[in-house]
C-alpha cells in the first residue's frame, strides 16, 4: 500500500486495482474505490449539459484537493479533469490515482464528471467517466479499445482544420478549440485566438465543445460572443481567492 498525503489526510492506493470489463449498456458504475459513478447514458447526458470544465493539478504545493475541488463543485463546476504536469514533473501513476481518488468522492457528492488527462491506462485504473487526449496521445480507436465504450472521450483542437476533424472522428464524444489566448499551462503554443471559436460556432457541430485557453470572468464576454456556449478554465477557479464564487460567477454567465 502506498500513502501520500493531498490534503492533510493519509490515503492508500490498492498496488493492483481492479480491472473490470467495460460495460456496453446502462448500468450502475462504480469506481475503483467505491465511490459511485455514472453509466454510458448519463454520463452523455451530463457532458450535453455540461458548461463549465474545471482543469486542476493535485495542488501539491497547497495540500488543499479536497476542498479546492468540493468548493469549485459547488459553485457549479460540471466536469473536473485532473492535469498536473508541473516543474517537478508529471506525477507518477499511483501519485495519481491518490489524487483522482479525492477527485471522484468529490464528483460523486455534487453529480460531476470525473476527467483523466491523457492517459487510457489510469483512466481505466480510477473508473474516469472522462479520458481527454491532446493531438500528440494515443489514437481514438486505440484509446477507446483501452477504456471501452462508455467512456467519455474528448479531444483538444487546435486550428480550424483540428476542430473539423475532432468534430466527425469515430469515438470522440467533445472537443476543445483553443487556446482563445496564450496561457502558461501550454507555454510556447501559439493561440489561434477568438477567430478559432468564431470559425467553430459557425459551422454549429453536432457534438459539444468547449472554447478553452486564457478564459477568465472579465474575458468570457468575449468568447461567448464569438460563440461558445461551454468553457474550460484553470486559473480563474485554480487561483481565484474564493473558486466556489470564482466558479458561481462564471457558470451564471453561461448559458443554460
Known sequence: MTRIRFDGRDRSVPSQPARRAPVRHPAPSVRFDGVPGFDAVSRRERLAAARLYLCTDARRDRGDLAEFVDAALAGGVDIVQLRDKGPDGPLEAKHELAALEILAEACARHGALLAVNDRADVALAAEADVLHLGQEDLPVAVARRI??????????????????????????????????????TKPGR??????LVRTVAERRPARPWFAIGGIDQQRLPEVLAAGAERIVVVRAITEAEDPKAAAQALRAALPG
Open 190 to 195: 501559439p493561440a489561434p485566438g477568438l477567430d
Open 147 to 184: 477504456v471501452g465504450d462508455d467512456v467519455v472521450i474528448g479531444r483538444s483542437a487546435h486550428s480550424a482544420d483540428e476542430t473539423a476533424a475532432a468534430a466527425v472522428e469515430p469515438g470522440v464524444d467533445y472537443f476543445c478549440a483553443g487556446p482563445c489566448w496564450p496561457t502558461p
